[in-house]
């Protein structure tokens, strides 16, 4: 089943890679220069998305293995015939410097805790603070929850001893979404799905 991003697309112009003389076995779909290659660490990690051609140079020059192959399409050189890779792993890990987190914003938290409350697990649409900011309480990823209104209200400016509530989840930074908005369903591929962390 093709992800619904593509629908309507049509199968891209194939053009001829440039640089190394990479023959593509004519396949319907896209030229090995756009096909897309998630490409892993070492650590099988997800680092980035890679293009075709991009994920090919690094299996030739034996900087990475392919890891998932796509069903069809062979690319040529003089000497090798190498399957598409969906998938590849770099052979020797890379460290990557991780940005700082994002800035706290309602919108972030509620994505963060699936829009469910906190205290309740109602559909939350405000933002607490655990530790009431007028008790010193900070506005950070590990002091804010989704809450629902009701809750909030009844919550205002406790603490969660004196009302005997407790939190249905530890609160701190998002998970770090590899490369942002890039697994959203219409750029992800479904041969990567194992490497992706959930959609939760
Ligand atoms: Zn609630």
Known sequence: MKPAGH???GPAPVRPLPGPSLHREPEPGRPVAVLRVLLLNASHEPLAVVTGRRALVLVVAGKAECVVERPSGLVRSPSVALAVPAVVRLRRYVRVPYPAPPA??????????GRRCAYCQ???DTVDHVL????GGGHT???CVACCARCNARKADRLLEELGWAL????GPPRRGVLGRMWGN???DPAWE???PSAA
Request: hydrophobic share 35%.
């Open 122 to 124: 109602a559909r939350a």
């Open 168 to 171: 249905s989840i530890t609160p």
């Open 7 to 9: 629908a309507g697309r």
């Open 141 to 143: 990823w590990e002091n």
């Open 132 to 135: 009431p900011r007028s008790r």
């Open 104 to 113: 706290v914003t309602r919108a972030g938290v509620l994505k963060r805790d």
């Open 194 to 196: 194992p490497w992706l």
């Open 186 to 188: 219409e750029e992800s």
